[in-house]
């Protein structure tokens, strides 16, 4: 069988609206020649479409025409190594998702612990940054969380009185209290005295003796806020 009949069968069983990369079709190192001049014929032919520099979709198939993959699709081979997640997507697109923002950026910024990543995909710019923790299912939308709060002060277009009610809410929710306290302690202490000030208003105190011990107590942090908004930063050194 030749390089570009091994291409063309991988691809005909892959979903529409399916993107991948070299990779994923199973070509050996001495076989990329053939299956870039492969790719090429495909694309030629409408069978398969560029994305991006190495990255390739089958367009979906609809009585209105020809659909190019959503952005969830397009983003997933830089969020996941197969089935394993590695990275979120976080600023101001996640923002936008939690509530916390109006403001939808064209630029879109993925968390990964050790994966580096810069591309442009259609009109989006996608950059990453490192994560405070290593990516997993189970972990990630704790760390988006996280993140909000992280970046709280420099959210634009954010109403600090519903974000707070947003955030308090948000981590009232997580039900794994220890695997979050685990997480903001990776945090810088900006983000664990605030965490911790939202735990303490969410009514969920327990472990929050690791937070305060964590911090320095001369130490005050400036996020904004004031005691009308979150009535229990002044227990955590916040203006």
């Given amino acids: 069988m030749s390089v570009a009949e091994k291409i063309s069968g991988k691809i005909k069983k ?37 994305a991006s520099t190495g990255l390739f979709f089958k367009p979906k198939k609809t009585v209105f025409g020809l659909l190019n993959p959503d952005e969830q699709d397009l983003l997933r081979p830089y969020l996941f190594e197969g089935k394993k997640r590695i990275a979120y997507i976080t600023g101001g697109v996640l923002y936008n998702k939690l509530g916390l923002t109006t403001q939808v950026p064209r630029n ?27 990516i997993d299912d189970k972990n990630y939308q704790i760390l988006e969380i996280l993140d909000a709060v992280k970046d709280f002060k420099t959210i634009p277009d954010i109403n600090k009185s519903g ?25 810088p202490p900006r983000v664990r005295a605030f965490a911790g000030a939202l735990l303490e208003w969410a009514g969920k105190e327990k472990g929050l ?6 911090l320095n107590p001369l130490s005050s ?3 904004g806020l004031n005691t009308e908004q979150l009535p229990t930063i002044t227990n955590w050194n916040i203006t």
């Fill in 108 to 134: 879109i910024k993925i968390t990964s612990r050790d994966k580096r990543t810069e591309v442009t995909i259609g009109n989006m710019k996608v950059t990453s940054v490192k994560s405070y923790a290593e």
């Fill in 221 to 223: 942090f400036k996020i």
């Fill in 163 to 187: 974000a707070v009610k947003n955030l308090t809410k948000r981590l009232r929710e997580i039900e794994d209290q220890k695997l979050l306290l685990k997480l903001i302690l990776k945090y």
């Fill in 209 to 214: 003796d690791s937070l305060k011990n964590s």
């Fill in 14 to 50: 892959m979903p529409e609206g399916n993107t991948f990369k070299y990779q994923e079709l199973s070509i050996g190192r001495d076989e990329y020649a053939a299956a870039t001049k492969a790719m090429e014929r495909l694309i030629k032919n409408g069978i398969i479409k560029r």
